[in-house]
C-alpha cells in the first residue's frame, strides 16, 4: 500500500479546508466524500475534484477502497459514526472535540483497540512545526522544569441560536469548540490534571458563551485558561519553567513564531512556518502510521485524547451544562 485514500464524514468548514491541504500529503488521496444531502456531497466533491460522493454515511463506511474515515460532522455525532468505522476496520481521524461526553470517547477508544485499527483526535495544533518547536525547546532543558501553563483562545461570535455553535444539539458552546484546544495545550506540556476550577459566562439559551479555566495538574504544575465567544483576546500561550518561559505568538492555534526567554539573556525568536493551511501536517501523520501498520499517535496518544475529556467534561459539569452523544443511523 504506497497511497492512504482518504473519506470524509461531512461537508462543512473544517472538511473545505482540510480538503485544501491535501496537496501538500504524496501519500494521501481524498477519494470519497459523503453528507446526508447528497447534494451537498456532489458539490463538495466538484470543488475538490473528489472522485466519489456519497448521500449516506454507510455507503461511504462500506466502500472498500477507503482506508481512513475522517469525521467533520459535529462532536454529537462523531461517536456512533466513528463505532461503525471501527466495526468495518477502517482508520479514524476524529475531528475535537473527539465526542460531546467522556463516556462516549471511552467507548469509541475501547473499540478502536480492540479491533487494532488506527484512531486519532484531529488536534491539528499538536503538529505544527511551531508547536513542534516549544516541545523541543522544553526537551532541551531550556526553560528548566516546566511549572505552568497560561493562555486564551477567544473566537468572537454573533449570538444565533440556530448556528451549530450555539445550538445544545450539536455540542453548541466554547468549552467543546474553543476550550478544547487550551485544555488539550496544556495537557501535553502538563500531563494529567488533578483537580479543576472552572467558571463561565451563558448564552441567552444557556450555554456556554465563555469560561475559564484552572487546572493543578498531577506534577504540580498549573494551567491559567480562558476561551470564549463573546469577545477578543490575543490567542497567546506562554509555557512557564523554573529557568525562563516560552511565548507561543498569536494565534497560537495557528502559529509560526515562538519566542524563548530567559533572565539575563536576550529572547530567542525561533520562525517555523506552516505548509498550507496546516491541517496537512497532521494529515501527514495520519498517513505515515496508517502506512507504518500503527494503531496511535504518539503526538496525540488516545490517553491524552481521554484526558483532555475528562477535564472538559468536568468543567461543563461545574457550568451545569450536560452533552450527550446523538444517535445516528448509519
Same mark, same amino acid.
Given at each position: 500500500m504506497d497511497t492512504i485514500r482518504w473519506g470524509f464524514v461531512g461537508a462543512g468548514g473544517i472538511a473545505?479546508? /482540510?480538503?485544501?491541504?491535501? %496537496?501538500?500529503?504524496?501519500?494521501?488521496?481524498?477519494?470519497a466524500i459523503a453528507s446526508r444531502d447528497l447534494g451537498r456531497a456532489e458539490e463538495f466533491a466538484a470543488k475538490h475534484g473528489i472522485e466519489r460522493a456519497y448521500g449516506s454515511y454507510?455507503?461511504?463506511?462500506?466502500?472498500?477502497?477507503?482506508?481512513?474515515?475522517?469525521?467533520?460532522?459535529?462532536?454529537?455525532?462523531?461517536?456512533?459514526?466513528?463505532?461503525?468505522?471501527?466495526?468495518? %476496520? @477502517? $482508520?479514524?481521524?476524529?475531528? @475535537?472535540?473527539?465526542t460531546a461526553t467522556l463516556a462516549g470517547t471511552e467507548e469509541v477508544v475501547a473499540a478502536a483497540r480492540a479491533k487494532g485499527v488506527f484512531c486519532m483526535e484531529a488536534m491539528w495544533t499538536r503538529f505544527l512545526p511551531a508547536v513542534a518547536a516549544a516541545r523541543e525547546v522544553v526537551a532541551w532543558g531550556r526553560i528548566g522544569d516546566v511549572?505552568? &501553563? =497560561?493562555?486564551?483562545?477567544? $473566537?468572537?461570535?454573533?449570538?444565533?441560536?440556530?448556528?451549530?455553535?450555539?445550538?445544545?444539539?450539536?455540542?453548541? %458552546?466554547? /468549552?467543546?469548540?474553543?476550550? +478544547?484546544?487550551? +485544555?488539550?495545550?496544556?495537557?501535553?506540556?502538563?500531563?494529567? %490534571?488533578?483537580?479543576?476550577n472552572c467558571v463561565g459566562r451563558f448564552a441567552p439559551n444557556g450555554v456556554d458563551m465563555a469560561a475559564a479555566i484552572n487546572i493543578e495538574h498531577e506534577g504540580g504544575g498549573l494551567a491559567s485558561l480562558a476561551c470564549g465567544f463573546d469577545g477578543h483576546g490575543p490567542g497567546r500561550m506562554v509555557v512557564h519553567g523554573t529557568k525562563g518561559w516560552i511565548e507561543v505568538e498569536p494565534r497560537f492555534h495557528h502559529p509560526t513564531t515562538l519566542s524563548v526567554h530567559r533572565t539575563g539573556v536576550l529572547p530567542r525568536v525561533i520562525e517555523a512556518n506552516m505548509t498550507g493551511r496546516g491541517y496537512c501536517h497532521e494529515i501527514t501523520e495520519?498517513?505515515?502510521?496508517?502506512?507504518?501498520?500503527?494503531?496511535?499517535?504518539? +503526538?496525540?496518544?488516545?490517553?491524552?485524547?481521554?484526558? &483532555?475529556?475528562?477535564?472538559?467534561?468536568?468543567?461543563?459539569? =461545574?457550568?451545569?451544562?450536560? =452533552?450527550?452523544? $446523538?444517535?445516528? $443511523?448509519?
Amino acid at each position: 500500500m504506497d497511497t492512504i485514500r482518504w473519506g470524509f464524514v461531512g461537508a462543512g468548514g473544517i472538511a473545505d479546508v /482540510m480538503a485544501s491541504d491535501f %496537496g501538500f500529503v504524496p501519500n494521501a488521496e481524498l477519494a470519497a466524500i459523503a453528507s446526508r444531502d447528497l447534494g451537498r456531497a456532489e458539490e463538495f466533491a466538484a470543488k475538490h475534484g473528489i472522485e466519489r460522493a456519497y448521500g449516506s454515511y454507510a455507503d461511504l463506511l462500506d466502500d472498500e477502497t477507503i482506508d481512513v474515515v475522517y469525521l467533520a460532522n459535529t462532536h454529537p455525532h462523531h461517536h456512533d459514526v466513528a463505532l461503525a468505522a471501527i466495526e468495518r %476496520g @477502517k $482508520a479514524l481521524l476524529v475531528e @475535537k472535540s473527539f465526542t460531546a461526553t467522556l463516556a462516549g470517547t471511552e467507548e469509541v477508544v475501547a473499540a478502536a483497540r480492540a479491533k487494532g485499527v488506527f484512531c486519532m483526535e484531529a488536534m491539528w495544533t499538536r503538529f505544527l512545526p511551531a508547536v513542534a518547536a516549544a516541545r523541543e525547546v522544553v526537551a532541551w532543558g531550556r526553560i528548566g522544569d516546566v511549572l505552568g &501553563v =497560561q493562555g486564551d483562545l477567544s $473566537a468572537y461570535r454573533a449570538y444565533d441560536p440556530s448556528h451549530r455553535l450555539f445550538d445544545p444539539a450539536t455540542g453548541g %458552546g466554547a /468549552m467543546l469548540d474553543l476550550g +478544547v484546544y487550551v +485544555v488539550s495545550f496544556a495537557q501535553s506540556f502538563l500531563g494529567a %490534571g488533578r483537580a479543576v476550577n472552572c467558571v463561565g459566562r451563558f448564552a441567552p439559551n444557556g450555554v456556554d458563551m465563555a469560561a475559564a479555566i484552572n487546572i493543578e495538574h498531577e506534577g504540580g504544575g498549573l494551567a491559567s485558561l480562558a476561551c470564549g465567544f463573546d469577545g477578543h483576546g490575543p490567542g497567546r500561550m506562554v509555557v512557564h519553567g523554573t529557568k525562563g518561559w516560552i511565548e507561543v505568538e498569536p494565534r497560537f492555534h495557528h502559529p509560526t513564531t515562538l519566542s524563548v526567554h530567559r533572565t539575563g539573556v536576550l529572547p530567542r525568536v525561533i520562525e517555523a512556518n506552516m505548509t498550507g493551511r496546516g491541517y496537512c501536517h497532521e494529515i501527514t501523520e495520519v498517513t505515515d502510521r496508517v502506512l507504518a501498520g500503527d494503531t496511535e499517535s504518539p +503526538v496525540m496518544p488516545l490517553s491524552d485524547t481521554i484526558e &483532555v475529556m475528562r477535564i472538559l467534561e468536568e468543567c461543563l459539569r =461545574q457550568l451545569g451544562i450536560e =452533552q450527550s452523544e $446523538a444517535r445516528v $443511523a448509519i
